[in-house]
């Protein structure tokens, strides 16, 4: 399986409901970061979490990182229609890597 | 506008005729990457590079090529292309703090290749 798993791949919730997505991963991050794309688009950068955080807020998201789990989560509150999108995380090893590795995603349906 | 390009936005080819999709970025990012998107895979790494004339391979790097000749381009170059290259590619640059990975990475908004 890949470094960063994304749980679950779909969810279908209803606007002003809270979506909770989470992340696993296998080995040591330096960070911990989570991308949306809108269908057939480019990604967009939501949040990045370092790897001695052990949460983060941005607006309506909340972004937790549990390293003795090796787990993160992305919340969404009061979602909206327009939070429609995939979305994914990306770690960044510790260790001198210069990529970051992607997880297969959830694809978010937020329906009015 | 800061931004990722790519050409083109959609190409068809059919198999082992070369060719380039571009990509510039116009943040003076040193660091730029190409990744191909393939259906329950998510985005997996072609190449990248840290800076003008130093390019890498990432996990998926046969049957492409890359250049760095100048800061703000980086072609993705396929010189014999197959239908298994057949996928939906991204452009992406950051621009390092001390390393590439502790930036977040600015996207391209795609190229989808099929080839025949």
């Known amino acids: 399986s890949q470094q960063g798993e994304e749980d679950p791949q779909a969810l279908s919730i209803q606007e002003g409901e809270n979506a909770t997505m989470n992340c696993s991963y296998k080995t040591s991050i330096n960070n911990l970061q989570w991308y949306r794309q809108n269908s057939g688009r480019g990604l967009v950068h939501l949040i990045l979490i370092r790897s001695n955080e052990r949460e983060k807020h941005s607006g309506r998201l909340r972004v937790t990182l549990d390293t003795s789990k090796k787990s993160s989560s992305l919340l969404i509150t009061a979602s909206r229609a327009a939070d429609t999108a995939s979305y994914f995380c990306?770690?960044?090893?510790?260790?001198?890597?210069?990529?970051?590795?992607f997880g297969a995603g959830t694809r978010l349906a937020v329906h009015p | 506008e800061a931004q990722v390009t790519q050409n083109p936005r959609y190409l068809i080819t059919v198999t082992g005729k070369k060719l380039t999709v571009t990509c510039s970025q116009n943040m003076n990012h040193e660091y730029m990457s190409w990744y191909r998107q393939d259906p329950g895979l998510g985005l997996r790494q072609i190449y990248y590079?840290?800076?003008?004339?130093?390019?890498d391979k990432g996990d998926v790097p046969e049957g492409y090529k890359v250049s760095r000749k100048e800061k703000r381009n980086f072609p993705l170059i396929l010189e014999s292309p197959s239908p298994n290259q057949t996928s939906l590619y991204f452009c992406?640059?950051?621009?390092?703090?001390?390393?590439?990975?502790?930036?977040?990475?600015?996207f391209g908004n795609g190229t989808r290749l099929t080839v025949t």
């Open positions: 990306a770690t960044a090893l510790s260790g001198g890597y210069n990529k970051l590795i």
């Open positions: 992406a640059s950051s621009s390092p703090l001390r390393s590439s990975y502790n930036s977040p990475l600015h």
């Open positions: 590079s840290m800076n003008v004339e130093v390019t």
